[in-house]
């Protein structure tokens, strides 16, 4: 693969016989815009970050804290995902002066990613329930559910029937 050169602020990633590898790199940091081949016919709208609704529900919270307020990137992530900023950044925190250790926030996550082992027990937890569904989305990183064994052409199927009931929830 070699990149093709810089063009408006875009780099075109080829593959070693001037094959498009189907992938645009922005000098953005939030998203990478992906290109396919083939059209796949699968709802993005639901992967997507709600980033507009994230960046206003930010800027309430810089109108409360206001502007000189300084905040760490995990902050600034955890509070773009209050419920009510408001209740969660004054209440108990002496008008907002001392939050971090004192205030109780109340999330109210969009998606939900996991890993591994915790997760799928988390899941299973969630089953035994008698829950149907998660209440947000939910994403799983579960390199370990595969089994290499005999070759992708029946490890994989094979892993697919063996993890059924955790794959079905999701």
Avoid: W
């Avoid at 083939?38 to 994230?54: E, G």
């Amino acid at each position: 693969m070699r990149a093709q050169g810089l063009r408006h602020g875009r780099v075109a990633v080829k593959a070693s016989k001037g094959v498009p590898l189907c992938q645009t790199l922005h000098p953005r940091y939030l998203a990478t815009e992906a290109i396919s081949a083939t059209p796949v016919h699968s709802d993005l709208a639901s992967r997507t970050p709600p980033y507009p609704k994230i960046l206003k529900k930010f800027q309430e919270v810089r109108r409360i804290l206001g502007a000189s307020h300084r905040l760490t990137l995990a902050e600034k992530i955890l509070y773009s995902h209050l419920d009510n900023p408001e209740d969660s950044l004054l209440l108990n925190t002496h008008n907002g002066a001392n939050i971090r250790g004192a205030a109780n926030l109340k999330l109210k996550p969009d998606r939900v990613a996991m890993q591994d082992a915790s997760a799928q027990m988390a899941l299973l937890q969630f089953m035994s329930c008698g829950l149907s569904s998660t209440a947000v989305p939910a994403s799983i990183h579960c390199d370990h559910m595969i089994v290499g064994e005999r070759g992708a052409d029946t490890d994989l199927p094979s892993s697919i029937q063996g993890n059924k009931e955790v794959f079905d929830f999701l």
